[in-house]
């Protein structure tokens, strides 16, 4: 018999936000960490990162952010948020706790083996989120380098470019705000951002409102007025000329939105020095697309990650390669179907249903982090999941306590 009806893994925001909607539905429920930290990933990031999503949306249920952390909290700050808010909501997290395998058990439930054990549920929440599945790209050489080449996930402080020659690649959030921190220790007085296709820089408060802001104007509009003003808010840009970057094709998945002064400022006094994007390694620096060289030091895999599930789940799914492009400015709360690397959800019965195509009992929260943003984004997901779980605890009877 279950310890209980349904088992959360991983306590980072989706975790916390699932077993808080666990827990006003009434469904009986654990929720487990593999370490011994809330949050993990939230907690040793580099200190220097804020959110890219505005405090209108990005809190947790029932607690705003302070006023005085602004309007972009940084990582510390929203890790305390995190941990104050679990301990008001008295979430009964179990800590150092592993899972090596989860799989259905043939009888209507999930089998999930852990380092206590094993033990069977109804259904269970992977809430592992990506952040541990760091993806590298295959570049040839780079066996051959004889300096450093490490991931975003693994920089936390100026110090570890402190007079190196320093390449970043990848021109994400991660990779901008990295390479403006590193510009400002890395030898030379600047960092190489490597550019494949392009950027996309934006105003961080176009008009003195932040893009969120826009958003709750514009949900009070009715749809052709929202379209049309958050079209103009999305089509202002800077002209990329004055900063020495080039813009990248329409949907071409690689111009993510930069918005802030910071990475234009270093631009401008030439901490951040962009460059193409790397063909192939020697054993000093890297060739570059346009022909050039850069002899290096370190190098920054700023590369993005995908989802952690593979690491546990043992099943078949079926997943996506696709990435997301919005058919609409005003389509902001449903997520799609199959993001490019998780698998594809059962919509039949809901348009944006969190159970995996095939798998009753197996429900994702934390999958789409664009619109309002991932955080507001986890609490939606989390809601529809405790929905869906409970008609399913309703309709199915567990063969273990099947009398």
């Known amino acids: 018999m279950p310890s209980a009806d349904v088992l959360v893994i991983g306590a980072g925001p989706a975790g916390i936000n699932a077993a808080y909607a666990l827990q006003q539905a009434g469904i009986e429920y654990r929720i487990i960490e593999r370490t011994h930290k809330l949050a993990p990933t939230w907690s040793s990031l580099y200190p220097s990162l804020r959110l890219n999503t505005s405090r209108f949306y990005s809190h947790l249920p029932g607690r705003k952010f302070p006023l005085h952390w602004g309007m972009f909290p940084t990582a510390p700050q ?48 992977p809430a592992t989120g990506v952040f541990d599945n760091p993806v590298l790209p295959e570049i040839e050489g780079m066996d051959c380098f004889q300096g450093q080449i490490i991931h975003s996930r693994d920089y936390r402080f100026p110090h570890q470019v402190e007079g190196k020659r320093v390449l970043v690649v990848g021109n994400g959030p991660s990779g901008t705000d990295i390479a403006v921190a590193a510009g400002q220790a890395a030898a030379d007085g600047c960092a190489y951002l490597s550019i494949r296709t392009g ?20 949900e009070r509009l009715p749809r052709q007025l929202c379209e049309s003003l958050m079209g103009h808010i999305s089509a202002l840009k800077y002209n990329l000329e004055d900063f020495g970057v080039w813009e990248a094709p329409a949907q071409s998945g690689s111009a993510v939105g930069y918005r802030g002064p910071e990475l234009l400022n270093a631009l401008r006094e030439g901490q951040v020095v962009p460059v193409r994007h790397p063909l ?4 000093a620096g890297v060739h570059l697309a346009d022909g050039g060289y850069l002899e290096l030091d370190l190098v920054i895999m700023a590369t993005g990650f995908l989802p952690v599930l593979h690491q546990y789940l043992d099943i078949e799914m079926q997943f996506s390669t696709a990435a997301y492009y919005p058919d609409s400015g005003c389509d902001w709360d449903i997520g799609p179907n199959g993001v490019r690397g998780w698998p594809l959800r059962d919509v039949s019965g809901h348009p944006n249903g969190r159970q995996v195509l095939g798998h009753p009992g197996l429900y994702l929260v934390g999958v789409f982090y664009k619109g309002r943003g991932a955080f507001y984004n986890m609490e939606i997901e989390a809601a529809i999941a405790a929905e869906q779980i409970t008609e399913q605890l309703s309709q199915r009877v567990f063969a273990a306590v099947a009398v």
């Not at 192939?280 to 054993?283: L, P, Q, T």
């Open 280 to 283: 192939r390694f020697d054993a």
């Open 78 to 125: 929203y890790h305390r948020h995190l941990t104050q808010w679990v301990a008001e909501q008295e979430l009964p997290i179990e800590y150092g706790i592993e899972v090596y395998r989860v799989a259905a058990d043939g009888d209507g439930g999930w089998q999930v083996e852990t380092s206590q054990g094993s033990e069977r549920y109804r259904a269970v929440i």
């Open 199 to 218: 950027v996309d820089l934006r105003p961080r408060y176009p008009y003195g409102v932040n893009r969120h802001g826009w958003m709750l104007i514009s």
